[in-house]
């Protein structure tokens, strides 16, 4: 299926063949007939994208911020990455469209295949064919709905936010400062909901489309000349009871010529992009005013559990969720409550897409709404895409399921070049991703199928998706007798450890979990100078507070930090002191989100030894992240953040320092394909493995019985 991308780094903008989208649970596959482009929100990310790296960087000095600070921490070769990564990605485009659903996944009752739908989100209702869209971001619509203005559904849902945060009544006045699409649509609503509208824009052509098409009752470009006084008589004297302010700009002049029109204790919604420094006299503090944002489409924005899962807030409680909004918008449009004809002065075909933007950014000819149409007569497939010209193979033949940030940074550019390594394909949840990443890293096609990366082609399997299906992939690799790489954990759930270690035996298959900081060269040399003697043991873990709402932090999706990160600490104390866990107990610090990601962990081993992990989320970023103590025979060494090791013994200390981070990801993707390559052994037991994913699960266990010892 064809979708519209961009390249950050060059600007490049092309419509390509990238594999059907997946379908997830509680989602559904749209055919697109419509999606609209938004001059305001897409428009600036093209202008962006077109600009030279150093404007990149002046438009972006937060993430310019994050980059010397990866710089510090972990050098050159990984920030390059990192920022290669963000610049040669396929940047999917859109976020508004409507059409028909094709396909509908696990959980979903609302919907069925054939059903006329208006869409919304971004990396979601995509500029694309095809579309793949969680069912809180999907509205039903009419049969014989208009399709190309159920396509302002994203848009439409942002405007009825902005009022709904005005919060106006029957009979009041609103300013509506910014008349493009957005401002405009906003207009629209106010009307029919019997609100006195008042619009105001820099450009007069903007303020005479809305006069010409009645959706304002008074219009005025912002230059006019006593055009506070004219709002003032027009609301007989007291002010606008609200403004919203659906501009773009770097100017203070909105939120400031807000403040004077406002009447006294009246609000000020901020919907656009706008800076919010006002002056605080003379109109803000002397009427004290009520300052607003809205929210893009509503409740349960940015809400994983809304938007992802389906989670829905009880209408009791949250009567006007973004689903709802959306929903209310098109029954403004069916009932003909607003017409919106007037706001699509320009249509292109999709394999046109490209023209389009360039009108958006050179501002050739006015516009406003611009629809893009697609064929929906074309037939649908979900072939494997091609990517590289070579169907060589070797000894290991590899695919990839999931290629996120990590899998690009650490894993990919470590596979060995080598005849004796062949490249597969490559399965990721977004056909752009997957796209980029099999040409980047010359593999033979990108997927939408498992059964494509899972065929006799491919013989070892890496697995670098989300941690909630790394048990269900690793279950499917090993019984389609497939080597298996899983990027930490091995799997969520005791239930599936069970049913891996099953599978395991029965193909006799490598398996290897992504523990990358016991192959750092540095680790090596200190275990080298422990040898086997019993060991106490410190590993410290600053590991700084990660928000209540991020994926890692869900125990359905992410598992919480215990499982998806403490369990790399538990095996590097068992690599070092070369014997498995058999007990653990841990305390957690009890916090307001019930995290569990402050605690103490201590660790018994079979030959004696003992470790303790100390993992902290509450301390400071400006402190290394990660410092280990081992004490053992008369010596005692600490490893500081993997870039200094200092070995005590007799005579002076012996110190290794590195300049750049090493964690060991490069050592331990070569290790294990090597392996695989001499003895088709992985180069972390299996035991090894099963032991450190079961005493994480028992530090959770532990921390529920109030640090009672768990034996493994």
């Known amino acids: 299926m064809h979708q519209l991308t961009q390249k950050l780094g060059s600007g490049d903008m092309i419509i390509q063949d990238v594999p059907y989208p997946q379908l997830g649970k509680g989602m559904v596959i749209v055919k697109n007939h419509y999606s609209i482009i938004s001059a305001g929100t897409e428009g600036s990310t093209v202008v962006a994208a077109r600009k030279s790296l ?244 509503g409740p349960g924005r940015y809400d994983l559990n809304y938007e992802e899962k389906g989670i829905d807030y009880p209408v009791a409680y949250v009567r006007w969720t973004e689903k709802r909004n959306m929903e209310a918008f098109q029954k403004l449009l069916q009932t003909n409550k607003i017409n919106i004809d007037y706001l699509t002065t320009h249509q292109f075909d999709f394999e046109n897409a490209k023209e389009a933007f360039d009108l958006v950014v050179n501002k050739d000819e006015p516009f406003t709404g611009i629809a893009l149409k697609y064929n929906t007569d074309k037939a649908i497939s979900k072939s494997k895409i091609a990517t590289s010209g070579t169907s060589a193979l070797g000894k290991i033949n590899i695919s990839f399921i999931g290629a996120g940030s990590y899998a690009q940074g650490n894993l990919l550019p470590n596979i060995p070049e080598t005849n004796e390594i062949g490249r597969v394909g490559v399965l990721t949840n977004t056909g752009t991703t997957s796209k980029r990443v099999a040409e980047k890293f010359k593999f033979q096609f990108c997927a939408t199928e498992e059964n494509d990366v899972l065929d006799d082609k491919t013989n070892t399997v890496f697995v670098a998706t989300r941690h909630n299906s790394h048990g269900e992939y690793v279950l499917k690799a090993l019984k389609a007798n497939k080597n298996v790489f899983v990027e930490k954990p091995l799997c969520l759930k005791e239930s599936e450890l069970e049913e891996i270690i099953e599978a395991q035996e029965n193909s006799e298959k490598a398996v290897t979990v992504g523990f990358n900081r016991r192959f750092s060269p540095l680790s090596k040399k200190l275990k080298k100078a422990l040898g086997k003697n019993p060991m106490t043991m410190i590993y410290r873990i600053n590991a700084g507070s990660i928000p209540a709402d991020n994926w890692i932090q869900d125990a359905e999706i992410g598992g919480g930090r215990i499982l998806g990160e403490v369990c790399h600490f538990i095996d590097y104390l068992t690599y070092l002191n070369g014997s498995l866990p058999t007990k653990v107990s841990a305390l957690a610090i009890p916090d307001s989100n019930n995290l569990n990601d402050t605690l103490n962990i201590l660790i018994q081993f079979q030959n004696g030894s003992s470790g303790v992990i100390g993992y902290y989320a509450n301390g400071s970023k400006s402190m290394a992240k990660e410092y280990v103590e081992v004490f053992s025979a008369g010596l005692s060494a600490t490893l500081n953040d993997f870039k200094e090791l200092k070995i005590y013994g007799k005579g002076k200390p012996k110190k290794k320092k590195i300049l750049n981070q090493n964690k060991g990801q490069k050592e331990m993707v070569e290790a294990f394909v090597n392996g695989l390559l001499n003895d088709g052994k992985a180069p972390i037991s299996f035991e090894e493995i099963v032991a450190v994913t079961k005493a994480s699960f028992n530090v959770l266990e532990s921390i529920k019985r109030g640090g009672q010892q768990v034996e493994i």
């Open 54 to 297: 150093i404007g990149k960087a002046k438009e972006r000095p937060q993430q310019v911020k994050q980059v010397i600070d990866t710089f510090k921490k972990q050098g050159p070769t990984q920030t390059y990455r990192a920022v290669m990564k963000k610049l040669d990605a396929y940047s999917p485009l859109g976020y508004s469209c409507a059409g028909e659903v094709i396909e509908v996944g696990e959980g979903v009752t609302e919907f069925e295949v054939g059903d006329k739908v208006a869409c919304a989100g971004a990396g979601y209702a995509n500029h694309a064919e095809i579309v793949a869209v969680p069912t809180n971001l999907c509205v039903k619509i009419n049969e014989d709905a208009d399709l190309k203005n159920a396509a302002y559904n994203t848009l439409g849902a942002i405007a009825m936010q902005g009022v709904r945060q005005a919060d106006m009544r029957l009979g009041e006045s609103c300013v509506v400062i910014g008349l493009g699409l957005l401002g405009q649509l906003t207009a629209l609503i106010l009307k029919a909901s019997g609100v006195n509208v008042i619009g105001i824009d820099v450009s007069e052509a903007a303020v005479k489309q809305a006069i010409d098409n009645s959706v304002v009752d008074l219009g005025l470009a912002r230059s006019t000349s006593g055009i506070a006084e004219q709002i003032n008589n027009a609301t007989n004297g007291i002010g606008a009871d609200a403004v919203i302010i659906a501009a773009a700009t770097d100017s203070l002049d909105p939120i400031n010529f807000a403040g004077e029109i406002a009447r006294k204790k009246g609000k000020v919604v901020v919907l656009g992009a706008v800076p919010t420094g006002f002056d605080r006299d003379p109109f803000w503090y002397r009427k004290e005013l009520e300052l607003k944002m809205a929210c893009s489409y």
